[in-house]
């Protein structure tokens, strides 16, 4: 059950040429107050990266309200899946290094609690202006913190997809935070085959010419599948209206 006034969706494509699809999601009601959406991507060209995105979702809507602090849950979640990852390997070699993204967000009572860990993004659209709340755990991340690289000229950079933190990987911090919704606003959340099939300002438009929730993610990974070298692509919207 959804709470009063929250429009979701939620929706998943295999990119161009895959055999398979390795990301995730996840939109569902944790109780009558709490609604999860989410998103997780297992690492392409490692074997298991579907097995690791299906274990992320897993021990996602596992959650429990049963403290204030859902992003305090939604960590506890993910390490939980870093762990589970971690044990599977011993049992099957033939899942060594497999690991996943982890971006997930609760909404309760006007406020989105989140956690994130990999290269998958939480946006926030408010008044017609797309803030990204995450921050990319990836290779290329510190040197446009450090100002040696544009994000602009980071979308091309030949080590733009590695990660240097993952859920399954020897690095996993996960960071979280909280941030209240108003009226209106759309919260999006998505695998890196959505922004890098597009630029931010294009996702911008897309949401405003939509007429609801559904037909904008649906025009999203529409867009995004008209890149001939699309990697899968998944995305996950919420709104109070």
Same mark, same amino acid.
């Given at each position: ?29 944790? #109780? ?7 998103? @997780?991507?297992?690492? =392409?060209?490692?074997?298991? &990266? $579907?097995?690791? +995105? ?74 017609? #202006? ?7 755990? @990836?290779?290329?991340? =510190?040197?446009?913190?450090? &100002? $040696?690289?544009? +994000? ?74 008209? #890149? ?14």
């Amino acid at each position: 059950m959804k709470p009063e006034g929250l429009v979701v969706h939620g929706r998943s494509v295999k990119g161009h040429n895959h055999v398979k699809n390795d990301d995730r999601y996840v939109v569902t009601a944790l #109780d009558e107050e709490n609604f999860l959406i989410g998103v @997780s991507d297992g690492l =392409g060209g490692h074997p298991g &990266g $579907d097995v690791a +995105a299906e274990i992320v979702v897993d021990c996602l809507i596992s959650i429990k309200i049963n403290i204030d602090d859902r992003s305090i849950l939604l960590k506890r979640a993910i390490t939980q899946a870093d762990k589970t990852i971690r044990s599977q390997i011993p049992k099957n070699p033939d899942l060594t290094g497999m690991g996943a993204t982890a971006t997930a967000l609760i909404i309760n009572n006007g406020w989105g609690s989140w956690a994130h860990i990999g290269d998958s993004r939480l946006y926030l659209l408010r008044n017609n #202006d797309i803030r990204k709340i995450t921050r990319d755990h @990836s290779y290329i991340q =510190g040197f446009i913190d450090s &100002g $040696d690289l544009s +994000a602009k000229e980071a979308e091309n950079h030949p080590m733009c997809n590695v990660l240097d933190q993952c859920v399954g990987c020897v690095v996993s911090g996960v960071e979280t935070g909280r941030f209240k919704i108003h009226l209106g606003d759309i919260l999006i959340i998505c695998t890196d085959g959505l922004y890098r099939s597009g630029e931010e300002t294009k996702i911008i438009e897309l949401i405003i010419k939509s007429q609801n929730i559904s037909q904008c993610g649906d025009q999203l990974i529409d867009a995004s599948l008209q #890149d001939a070298f699309c990697d899968d692509v998944t995305v996950t919207l919420a709104m109070y209206q």
